[in-house]
């Protein structure tokens, strides 16, 4: 389900020190709310498709990945109708269904 660049544990140190461990779509603090064994579970995604990808490419932490939760993250590999949501529409659906 996720790609190799979310499993790349130096990008995603960079990613998390600088957006925070929070997920960035629905706010959820794994060690705020699991305590100790919420630690260091949450996921990077990367914002780029596979095919928009060139040849050599380097992953940017900052620009091409963001911290998120699992259920986030499941959703951003989700189609809806043939089509990918952005992290902007995930929140605007969670802001929506509260
Ligand atoms: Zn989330
Ligand atoms: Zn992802």
């Not at 020190?17 to 949450?42: A, M, P, S, W």
């Not at 951003?76 to 902007?88: A, M, Q, R």
């Amino acid at each position: 389900m996720v790609n190799v660049y979310e499993r790349n544990p130096f990008a995603r140190k960079q990613c998390i020190d600088y957006y925070g461990i929070q997920c960035q779509v629905c706010n959820l603090d794994f060690e705020k709310t699991y305590g100790e064994v919420g630690k260091d579970f949450i996921h990077v995604h990367h914002i780029k498709t596979l095919h928009q990808i060139q040849q050599g490419y380097i992953v940017d932490p900052i620009k091409d990945l963001i911290p998120v939760c699992p259920n986030c993250n499941s959703m951003l590999h989700h189609k809806e109708k043939g089509v990918y949501l952005s992290i902007e529409q995930l929140r605007e659906r969670i802001l929506d269904s509260h």
